[in-house]
T-cell receptor
Framework: GAVVSQHPSRVICKSGTSVKIECRSL??????MFWYRQFPKQSLMLMAT?????????EQGVEKDKFLINHASLTLSTLTVTSAHPEDSSFYIC????????????FGEGSWLTVV | QQQVKQSPQSLIVQKGGIPIINCAYE??????FPWYQQFPGKGPALLIA?????SEKKEGRFTISFNKSAKQFSLHIMDSQPGDSATYFC????????????FGTGTKLQVIP
């Protein structure tokens, strides 16, 4: 089946530094990927829609300059949290849209970010 | 504004029971309704999905019931097992699932032996 891989699965960074999270579709091409954020015991909140070869579309209230998204290829989207602060600590989850064979969205395993 | 409302927030059933999770939506443009299962520390996994042209869909022990006029849908888990203990999210999207998925608030299910 389709697999979406995220890396790293866990990362700890110091406050003020930047950290990059990768999202890869392993066996299909994804022109559209999505980035979510999930706080403990809460639902997934969409941050942005990542489109291959174009700028990401951010949800209201999400800072574009803080959460940089790059979708440079049909199998890779990256989320960079810039100048991270402890309040950015969260579970970040990506998903990728597989259009071939019917539109199905597959989720990655998520990346835990802890900012200390 | 919560576009997809989900209840209950938590649910405890005994093994073999049939937990039912309910969701309601407002936006009639939604045309794809997936359910996801999430274990702690893991990403959500697609369980089953339905489109509004059918009223029921079964896959294994999971059944979705869909009421288009009421804008409600529900998940039934037949013969529930302790391994089904997880958080379940209903969701909705437009354009046949092509667009972003809007999640419900989640239901934490515990199946006790």
């Amino acid at each position: 089946g389709a697999v979406v891989s995220q890396h790293p699965s866990r990362v700890i960074c110091k406050s003020g530094t930047s950290v990059k999270i990768e999202c890869r579709s392993l066996d299909f091409q994804a022109t559209t990927m999505f980035w979510y954020r999930q706080f403990p015991k809460q639902s997934l909140m969409l941050m942005a829609t990542s489109n291959e070869g174009s700028k990401a579309t951010y949800e209201q209230g999400v800072e574009k300059d803080k959460f940089l998204i790059n979708h440079a290829s049909l199998t890779l989207s990256t989320l960079t949290v810039t100048s991270a602060h402890p309040e950015d600590s969260s579970f970040y989850i990506c998903s990728a849209l597989k259009s071939l064979g019917g539109n199905t969205i597959y989720f990655g395993e998520g990346s835990w970010l802890t900012v200390v | 504004q919560q576009q997809v409302k989900q209840s209950p927030q938590s649910l405890i059933v005994q093994k073999g029971g049939i937990p039912i999770i309910n969701c309601a939506y407002e936006n009639t443009a939604f045309d794809y309704f997936p359910w996801y299962q999430q274990f702690p520390g893991k990403g959500p996994a697609l369980l089953i999905a339905i489109r509004p042209d059918v009223s029921e869909k079964k896959e294994g022990r999971f059944t979705i019931s869909f009421n288009k006029s009421a804008k409600q849908f529900s998940l039934h888990i037949m013969d529930s097992q302790p391994g089904d203990s997880a958080t379940y999210f209903c969701a909705a999207s437009m354009a046949g699932g092509y667009q972003k998925v809007t999640f419900g608030t989640g239901t934490k299910l515990q199946v006790i032996p």
